[in-house]
């Protein structure tokens, strides 16, 4: 999670991709990883990365949780 920057996904397409940095690669260098798939794999997987940057944040700053 640390080394991505972003995540999208296109229903009509049936595409789900993030942004991220690559290990071994300078930090300002992106890669798009695109990945096409079942239009409820795409919005699945989409979810679930959104799901586990907000878990994350949360376990970071337990202030937050209501």
């Known amino acids: 999670l640390r080394r991505i920057l ?3 996904w296109r229903l009509p397409d ?3 991709a993030f942004v991220a940095r690559n290990p071994h690669s300078p930090p300002s ?3 798009c990883h695109l990945f096409v798939g079942l239009p409820g794999e ?3 997987l ?3 990365l959104c799901r586990s940057f907000q878990l994350c944040y ?3 700053h ?3 949780q209501a």
Do not use: C, I, N
């Open 62 to 64: 337990p202030e937050e």
């Open 6 to 8: 972003y995540s999208t």
């Open 42 to 44: 795409v919005q699945t």
């Open 29 to 31: 260098t992106l890669f």
């Open 58 to 60: 949360l376990l970071a």
């Open 14 to 16: 049936r595409q789900f």
């Open 46 to 48: 989409h979810l679930l």
